[in-house]
């Protein structure tokens, strides 16, 4: 019912759309009696009703005048061009909106698009820094030849290629100690090390028997 309705007023819209233009360009002069219901009816290939409403939006604009016994006359062409005025721009606001729902929608697409795209990115780093790093938590043990020294000191990133993220003491957290940051006796060391390195963070904080000679 409504997509019917809504189909209706677009034909006799543009029905009557097609008569103004007909005026303006001097085929329907003004005072000219113009063919009646009927001949228009058959004209368009539409209903009666069709041609009914065309004419009463034309009559309304003042573009013909619809007379009982006199049929549909022509009254005046600058309310033609008025009108036809109106219908472009009405018309250029209706594509413009059209325009709009499509570029929202697409973005819309997009967005969706670029945040599966920044998941599947974000899973994939995760992933691959879990394969190329791994973190570990170290006791510092009180024979360890690091406690009392600092991180600089201990050169602890420049021997290992490992990074202390966190320092848990007494209960307390040291999240990115600087390189001043004094290693004591029972810190716990969180570090991130590619595997290939585990062997000398271990080294570092606990020499093998013979390097101690």
């Known amino acids: 019912m409504d997509t019917h309705g809504s189909n209706l ?9 097609d008569i103004a233009t007909r005026v303006v360009r001097g085929e329907y002069r003004v005072g000219q009696k113009i063919f009646g219901r009927s001949t228009l009816a058959g004209k368009y290939n539409v209903s009666p009703e069709t041609i009914r409403r065309a004419l009463t939006l034309l009559q309304d604009t003042g573009i013909v005048q619809v007379s009982p016994g006199v049929g549909v006359v022509v009254k005046s062409q600058k309310a033609a061009e008025a009108f036809l005025a109106e219908c472009g721009q009405k018309q250029v606001l209706r594509d413009v909106q059209e325009k709009l729902q499509h570029l929202l929608k697409e973005r819309d697409k997009i967005n969706l698009e670029i945040e599966k795209l920044m998941n599947e990115l ?3 780093t995760f992933k691959m820094a879990g394969r190329l790093q791994r973190i570990e938590e170290i006791k510092v043990l009180g024979h360890s030849p690091l406690v009392g020294k600092s991180l600089a000191e201990a050169e602890f990133r420049g021997k290992t290629g490992a990074t202390v993220l966190a ?3 007494n209960g307390e957290e040291i999240f990115s100690p600087s390189a001043e940051t004094v290693i004591q006796t029972g810190d716990i060391l969180i570090v991130v090390a590619q595997p290939e390195m585990r062997d000398q963070v271990h080294q570092l904080l606990e020499p093998l028997p013979s390097e101690n000679l």
């Open 122 to 124: 974000l899973d994939y």
């Open 167 to 169: 320092i848990y003491r």
């Open 9 to 17: 007023m677009a034909r006799y819209v543009n029905i009557a759309v």
